[in-house]
């Protein structure tokens, strides 16, 4: 006899009401995400290591350099061209001058593959949304293993995928979202085998977890080094001395796995010519008063995205602070709600050295991004220090479930009404459509004393939109006398003066302007670009 499952079935209803939270949070991430209209540097970089067939980056672009090319030459290079689908091999090359690995691209390559000849913001944003469909899943298996409550046990998904953090992940057009499924899925395989033993099953599903991590953001291999390195602290203490083996030669196995397909990893992570990131980091190692200092901004930051409205915040913040204190403090009393007192201690400990040690190798290059993917495990583990607080406590805790709740859902309200996402760059979006009312102008971008590139990145959309741009370094168009050249024949252009000096080699525009134009001529500013600013050069 075929036996049905109703609905009545409490773990079906269960997985019904996550799927329902869960889709209450994709319509509110579709909402914000529908509102972004420019991107960050590195988002660029994102589709151009994806997608461009012909170099791996803007700066590269040989056909670009020191000649007139159109906005439209500039335009294809996040793009898929027809017959260069799927082409996983120029992905890898792309990736292998780049600081991070290519699982990501690879996805990003896949998803534009059906779509070629277009560019659309909704590829990454997408991606990241489906990635966090998964995600959300898993932290909710994760919270299932952890929790007695069946309410409470909803609680993180409701409060993380809710949040800035989550909003802030998916908007994100980068391998974030990717690397804190990774993360978590890392997590939960291990508290499983924490708490139920080793299987075969178990054991691959951890390396495998490892492999993937590796290949999306380095950052998942440090994390998963030190989940391995206190697992295996545990193991001794048990005298499992077989599984001690076997796990840490598997992980490490992984690892290696990882370095034989990308072998550019070792080269990535220490710095190259082509990755200033790898330099600066191992330059920053010995510099702790660096460390001071960019420690403090990370931690104000991570404090205050916890809300929209910044003392709630920190309140929030500090209630979070004592109750992963009392979960290290008084250890004895999660024996009473649960045999996970093992487990999440092994969570907190993992999440805390990585944290630690990304603030510090990170140098001036760390930013709270870098932190996203071990936020959902940080929501999981305050909860149940939260729910072992709580136990016998079912009134108390209905009340306090119930608060964080419309705290959650209130605050992702207040947030997405009030444009609140950081990556939404809506007055970038404003400048850009201002240079577009310039197009039949030819542009003149100047990108620092070297080949930085970061700025004709940073620039490619508003690049996009002039008819003609003519890239070259701040010495070559001042000893070209081009744009001198040109006004004496001409009336108006527009010319982006890379002007920054704290990342790139930039130049003051009054300087600049000084001896690029010739008499008669006037520079208005038009709007600020990355790295520099864009004016109107006229005749008087």
């Avoid at 079906?12 to 949070?25: P, W, Y």
């Avoid at 593959?113 to 560019?119: E, H, L, V, W």
């Amino acid at each position: 006899m075929t036996q049905h499952i109703h609905l009545t079935n409490p773990r079906r209803r269960q997985l019904l009401l996550v799927s329902a939270i869960l889709f209450l949070q994709i319509a509110l991430l579709v909402f914000v995400s529908g509102r972004k209209q420019e991107f960050h540097i590195d988002e660029i970089y994102s589709y151009v290591i994806s997608n461009s067939y012909d170099t791996d980056k803007v700066s590269n672009a040989e056909n670009l350099w020191e000649t007139w090319a159109s906005g439209a030459e500039y335009g294809v290079l996040p793009v898929v061209q027809p017959g260069e689908q799927f082409a996983y091999g120029t992905v890898y090359r792309n990736t292998s001058t780049d600081c991070h690995p290519p699982l990501y691209y690879w996805l990003l390559h896949t998803l534009c593959s059906f779509f070629p000849g277009q560019f659309s913001k909704w590829f990454g944003l997408g991606l990241n949304i489906g990635l966090f469909m998964i995600t959300g899943f898993v932290i909710f298996l994760l919270s299932d293993e952890l929790f007695t409550s069946d309410k409470m046990k909803l609680l993180p998904l409701i409060l993380y995928g809710f949040s800035p953090f989550a909003v802030e992940t998916v908007t994100f057009i980068r391998m974030y979202m990717l690397q804190t499924l990774l993360a978590t899925a890392f997590t939960l395989v291990n508290v499983r085998i924490l708490k139920y033993g080793f299987t075969k099953k178990r054991l691959f599903a951890s390396w495998a977890f490892i492999f993937l991590g590796a290949m999306t953001q380095y950052y998942t291999a440090l994390f998963c080094f030190w989940g391995v390195l206190f697992f295996e602290v545990i193991l001794l203490n048990r005298r499992d001395y077989k599984h001690f083996l076997v796990y840490g030669f598997g992980a490490l196995a992984s690892v290696g796995l990882m370095l034989l397909i990308f072998p550019y990893a070792i080269a990535q992570a220490t710095g190259t010519s082509t990755n200033d990131v790898g330099n600066d980091i191992v330059r920053n190692l010995t510099n702790f008063a660096l460390w001071k200092e960019m420690a403090i901004p990370l931690v104000r930051s991570l404090v205050d995205t916890v809300c929209y409205y910044s003392p709630v915040s920190r309140l929030l913040s500090v209630a979070s602070i004592c109750l992963l204190g009392y979960l290290v403090m008084r250890p004895a009393v999660l024996r009473k709600s649960g045999p996970c007192q093992t487990e999440a201690l092994w969570m907190l400990c993992t999440i805390a050295a990585t944290m630690l040690v990304i603030s510090f190798i990170g140098g001036k290059h760390v930013f709270l991004r870098y932190l996203y993917f071990v936020i959902p495990l940080i929501y999981v583990l305050v909860l149940f220090a939260l729910e072992t607080l709580l136990a016998n406590r079912d009134t108390l805790k209905r009340a306090v479930s119930c608060l964080l709740v419309l705290f959650a859902v209130g605050n992702a309200a207040l947030g997405a009404v009030l444009d609140k996402s950081m990556y939404l760059y809506k007055s970038s979006s404003a400048d850009t459509a201002l240079l577009s009312s310039y197009r039949q102008y030819p542009c003149f971008l100047d990108v620092g004393r070297n080949r930085w590139p970061s700025v004709p990145t940073g620039n490619l959309t508003k690049l996009s939109a002039f008819e003609s741009v003519y890239m070259a370094t701040s010495e070559d168009l001042l000893t070209s006398n081009i744009i001198t050249d040109y006004m004496n024949e001409n009336d108006s252009c527009v010319v982006f003066v890379c002007t920054d000096t704290y990342w790139v080699e930039g130049m003051e525009a009054d300087d600049f302007f000084h001896r690029a134009l010739p008499e008669g001529c006037r520079y208005t500013f038009l709007c600020n670009g990355h790295h520099g600013q864009y004016f109107l050069v006229t005749k008087n």
